[in-house]
């Protein structure tokens, strides 16, 4: 069975992520099929747009195959990971560019690297079951696919929120955030990509877009810009516990129980994708965090704890923010020699 299921319907061509019972978790060889299902549209005067879509109930994609990175990591040399995200992060970075209209279906479960190829896309629909995030940090891992540049680019600091906690937001905080553009009940998605087939993408999209239902975070913005400003994780924690507001101290727990490491580097990396202008430039970086992720105990640990023992009580190494020092975190973005990625 075709882990990437293609056809053309009309104007569109369909990719479909077709592992449903992992959550359409993408392979290395399910983006190498997404890559050359492009090439081959790109260049085809019948295919107008793409949609991308995921199979099963439960969502679009829960993200890279992990259990494959923490298999590698842990009996490996590393090699196939990073060329998994090789081919991964142009991937994101072809989305970005692509020529024709790439209309990402971000209904239900979007997280990890089924954000990267879904957010980068030219019309990204979520819908009032999307739950979006990026949850890197509780897996000892740092946000990728784009995601630092995605996030460091959303209002204020509810980027630097979302990268540090993980949390998860429905289609309002996804609009609000700059993470979908539009959002389609459900119940209409199947008729937008009827209508996708016969007419133009505008169009479409006027029959079927509704308003979102209310998000959370725009209710959370006075704590979130004022605690997330602070220049170390351990400022921010330090505020959030100080702050009144439940909602805060409730991060501040979840910030105290992800790798210290990963949040320390995730936060450089944020801020790092605020100044590098474009998203080739944050996927370079991105490559030098993730390869260097790849030889500490954190990610292997984060996976274990979370995936593959599931008992939720990851031993973290170091295991308190004051033991993670700056040279600990500058390590991560050391240039990579000949293996950088190089797409900038």
């Given at each position: 069975?075709?882990?990437?299921l293609l056809h ?222 602070a220049g170390t ?112």
């Open positions: 069975m075709n882990d990437v053309t319907a009309g104007r569109v061509g369909r990719l479909v992520l077709n592992r449903p019972k992992v959550l359409n978790a993408l392979s290395h060889a399910m983006v190498r099929a997404i890559d050359a299902a492009l090439t081959a549209w790109e260049h085809d005067p019948a295919v107008a747009t793409v949609v991308l879509t995921g199979a099963g109930e439960r969502g679009l994609c829960a993200g890279g195959d992990i259990r494959a990175v923490h298999d590698d990591a842990r009996d490996g040399d590393g090699t196939g990971a990073a060329a998994f995200w090789r081919d991964e992060y142009r991937l994101n970075a072809r989305i970005a560019r692509y020529p024709k209209p790439y209309v990402a279906i971000m209904d239900g479960i979007v997280m990890g690297g089924g954000v990267g190829v879904s957010a980068h896309g030219s019309v990204r629909i979520a819908t009032e079951r999307s739950r979006i995030a990026m949850p890197e940090t509780g897996i000892g891992f740092v946000p990728d696919v784009g995601g630092t540049r995605l996030l460091a680019l959303a209002p204020g600091e509810l980027g630097t929120h979302l990268a540090l906690t993980g949390a998860q937001i429905g289609a309002a905080d996804a609009l609000l955030c700059g993470l979908a553009d539009h959002c389609v009940p459900s119940e209409r998605v199947e008729g937008l990509i009827a209508d996708l087939a016969e007419r133009p993408v505008p169009d479409a999209l006027a029959r079927h877009v509704r308003p979102a239902p209310d998000g959370e975070l725009a209710r959370h913005r006075e704590w979130i810009d004022a605690c997330y400003t994780v351990e400022e921010i924690v330090r505020r959030l516990l100080d702050h009144g507001d439940p909602a805060a101290k409730e991060a501040a727990h979840t910030l105290l129980s992800r790798s210290p490491t990963a949040l320390k580097v995730t936060l450089a990396a944020l801020r790092r994708a605020r100044r590098l202008g474009s998203l080739e430039e944050v996927l370079d970086q991105e490559y030098r965090v993730s390869c260097r992720a790849l030889t500490t105990p954190d990610l292997v640990e984060g996976i274990r704890a979370q995936v593959i023992d599931k008992d939720r009580a990851p031993r973290w190494s170091p295991a308190t923010l004051a033991e993670v020092t700056d040279a600990d975190v500058q390590r991560y973005f050391a240039p990579l020699g000949e293996r950088e990625l190089g797409l900038a």
